[in-house]
């Protein structure tokens, strides 16, 4: 069974860089499929925000292409976000997420929020 | 990007009766190998969002019979047959067939 789990600062100053990491057990993220992050928050609701093929091609939405960074690291089986000149906005909470392609979220972890302030 | 768009957004039920929520496209999902990328998600408190249809009408491995998928082009729709205590959660679709894969506000379902 697949298991993905986010760990990572609660809290990040603003214009800091907001890291997080997804652990995955159950299965080698090498293997297959993309591997992604979704933020939630009440003013934007679920937004996808990017992934990377475990192939290492990497894709993000264009509000956030500036600014974020995914990558993987194969020998540990984890993934990480990186989002550069946080601001209050970003203050939301991080899911990684597995899909399938086309979007097929099949598998996400809990969920870690993420608060902007100084 | 696509405009997903549920309805209603909170769901007052009581248990042991239906409950039906719509998702509305604001473009077709048929993709062009004729496949609709649209599916449905629970969230919990404290669990992982977790799948429970996909491509419209397949249900995942696991979730309750009691919940069916249907719709096509622009018009979706999850029905819970009869609604038990432990479906309280707000329900999100999610299209993926255009880039990038959007979704909806969400559909709390509470207890009356």
């Known amino acids: 069974q697949v298991q993905l789990q986010e760990s990572g600062p609660g809290l990040v100053k603003p214009s800091e860089t907001l890291s997080l990491t997804c652990a995955v057990s159950g299965y080698s993220i090498s293997s297959g499929y993309y591997w992604g992050w979704v933020r939630q928050s009440p003013e934007k609701g679920l937004e996808w925000m990017g992934s990377?093929?475990?192939?290492?091609?990497?894709y993000y939405i264009p509000s956030l292409k500036s600014r974020l960074t995914i990558s993987m690291d194969t020998s540990k089986n984890q993934y990480s976000l990186k989002l550069s000149s946080v601001t209050a906005a970003d203050t939301a909470t991080y899911y990684c997420?597995?899909?399938?392609?086309?979007?097929?979220?099949?598998?996400w972890g809990q969920g870690t929020l993420v608060t902007v302030s100084s | 990007d696509v405009v997903m768009t549920q309805s209603p957004l909170s769901l007052p039920v009581t248990l042991g009766q239906p409950a039906s929520i719509s998702c509305r496209s604001s473009q077709s999902l048929v993709s062009s190998d004729g496949t609709t990328y649209l599916n449905w998600y629970q969230f919990r408190p404290g669990q992982s969002p977790r799948r429970l249809i996909y491509k419209v009408s397949n249900r995942d491995s696991g979730v309750p019979d009691r919940f069916s998928g249907s719709g096509s082009g622009t018009d979706f729709t999850l029905k819970i047959s009869r609604v038990e205590a432990e479906d309280v959660g707000v329900y999100h679709c999610m299209q993926g067939t255009h880039w990038p894969g959007t979704f909806g506000q969400g559909t709390k379902v509470e207890v009356k």
């Open positions: 990377i093929h475990h192939g290492g091609s990497t």
């Open positions: 997420a597995r899909d399938q392609g086309y979007f097929d979220i099949d598998n």
